[in-house]
């Protein structure tokens, strides 16, 4: 009879650095406006057009160990009844599976899509900053009250998106959110 012990299966999951993110950015066609390190931690910021909400401001969050976190600036805090807001975020939840909005500390609508470490990669990447984008495409008219003032959409006269040929990469994968007729 032995007592030694067999030593656990360990594998260790893969670990993502900064560059792989910054050449996934590269490789998608995005330029983040901004890049800070804290103890481990990287986040950059970015800010992306969908074919009718322009200027949503993306933060991807890399923890090298756990996940790759996007996460969208939604609106401003939210100063009508709160009880009336929070429902409509939680009926949002129900109705985007893969995405999930929550209410920040300074009370503004957040929209977040993680990805785990293991699958992380530059398509991935891609698919949930399209994801995020073609779900404000889709919530801008029950979201105008929230994100500019008496709720009027702003009219963009000619402007189109900066972020085109993103959106037509992952609309085969992503119809329901990135197919959106103009009002």
């Known amino acids: ?70 996460w969208a600036h939604y609106a401003p805090p939210i100063s009508d009844m709160f009880r009336k807001s929070y429902r409509r975020l939680l009926r949002w939840n129900d109705e985007f599976p893969f995405a999930k909005f929550s209410v920040g500390e300074d009370e503004r609508p957040l929209l977040a899509v993680e990805l785990p470490v293991e699958t992380a990669n530059a398509d991935q990447l891609g698919l949930a900053i399209a994801r995020i984008v073609g779900i404000a495409d889709r919530l801008i008219e029950e979201s105008k009250d929230w994100i500019w003032l008496g709720g009027r959409i702003p009219d963009q006269g000619e402007r189109t998106s900066r972020n085109t040929r993103l959106l037509d990469r992952y609309a085969r994968r992503l119809p329901e959110l990135l197919d959106v007729q103009e009002a």
Not at 19 to 26: L, M
Not at 50 to 70: E, N
């Open 1 to 70: 009879m032995s007592t030694e012990t067999e030593a656990p299966d360990v594998r260790s999951a893969p670990v993502l650095r900064p560059d792989d993110v910054e050449a996934w950015f590269s490789e998608l066609d995005l330029t983040p406006t901004e890049r800070a390190d804290r103890e481990g931690i990287t986040s950059w910021d970015l800010v992306v057009d969908g074919r009718r909400r322009f200027d949503l401001r993306l933060t991807i969050i890399l923890d090298p160990a756990f996940a790759v976190i996007c």
